[in-house]
T-cell receptor, first 112, second 114 residues
Framework: AQSVTQLDSQVPVFEEAPVELRCNYSSSVSVYLFWYVQYPNQGLQLLLKYLSGSTLVKGINGFEAEFNKSQTSFHLRKPSVHISDTAEYFCALKTSYDKVIFGPGTSLSVIP | AAGVIQSPRHLIKEKRETATLKCYPIPRHDTVYWYQQGPGQDPQFLISFYEKMQSDKGSIPDRFSAQQFSDYHSELNMSSLELGDSALYFC?????????????FGSGTRLTVV
């Protein structure tokens, strides 16, 4: 069975500082990896995805993530955060012919 | 671009009542997934349909049922509602159940049971 772990439930960071949200996964088969963002009282929006190829993936809003197969990680990074980045971030994985499984989420709070 | 449409956006029901949530996938998408997100929790998979047939089932209570219609829209029927059913219900769609491009989610239906 597959699983996703997000080690930090809450991450406070000052505006314009860099941030890294950690994600680790477990799977015995190849996976596709995703990061979704959920703003307060809104739906889920896809930030970026890793399917294959280059391990560094760039997404929307200046976010990027790096797939590390040996460490089974897919950490999300942004060099300089804004107040508007305050949201819940979900790491997720999918295998072929299967549903998306979400991690428990990380609440990012950007402090002015 | 067209997105996944869910209706209603908000729904308030009393305990033991019945609720029906609707999901209209992106045009030409043939696969629909339902998720339940409780307060402060991650989305939990309920059920999915591919080409109008149930393709997978998660932690969906027996009080809930769902189906996908010929036009590919889906409905989630919830009976004998309990306070614990209060949650945000998401629908997502994809093209084929082997789609590796992630889901496109709707904005969700917020169900409040009082």
């Amino acid at each position: 069975a597959q699983s996703v772990t997000q080690l930090d439930s809450q991450v406070p960071v000052f505006e314009e500082a860099p941030v890294e949200l950690r994600c680790n996964y477990s799977s015995s088969v190849s996976v596709y990896l995703f990061w979704y963002v959920q703003y307060p009282n809104q739906g889920l929006q896809l930030l970026l995805k890793y399917l294959s190829g280059s391990t560094l993936v760039k997404g929307i809003n200046g976010f990027e993530a790096e797939f590390n197969k040996s460490q089974t990680s897919f950490h999300l990074r942004k060099p300089s955060v804004h107040i508007s980045d305050t949201a819940e971030y979900f790491c997720a994985l999918k295998t072929s012919y299967d549903k998306v499984i979400f991690g428990p989420g990380t609440s990012l709070s950007v402090i002015p | 671009a067209a997105g996944v449409i869910q209706s209603p956006r908000h729904l308030i029901k009393e305990k033991r009542e019945t609720a029906t949530l609707k999901c209209y996938p992106i045009p030409r998408h043939d696969t629909v997934y339902w998720y339940q997100q409780g307060p402060g929790q991650d989305p939990q998979f309920l059920i999915s349909f591919y080409e109008k047939m149930q393709s997978d089932k998660g932690s969906i209570p027996d009080r809930f049922s769902a189906q996908q219609f010929s036009d590919y829209h889906s409905e989630l029927n919830m009976s004998s509602l309990e306070l614990g059913d209060s949650a945000l219900y998401f629908c997502a769609s994809s093209l084929g159940n082997r789609d590796s491009y992630g889901y496109t989610f709707g904005s969700g239906t917020r169900l409040t049971v009082v």
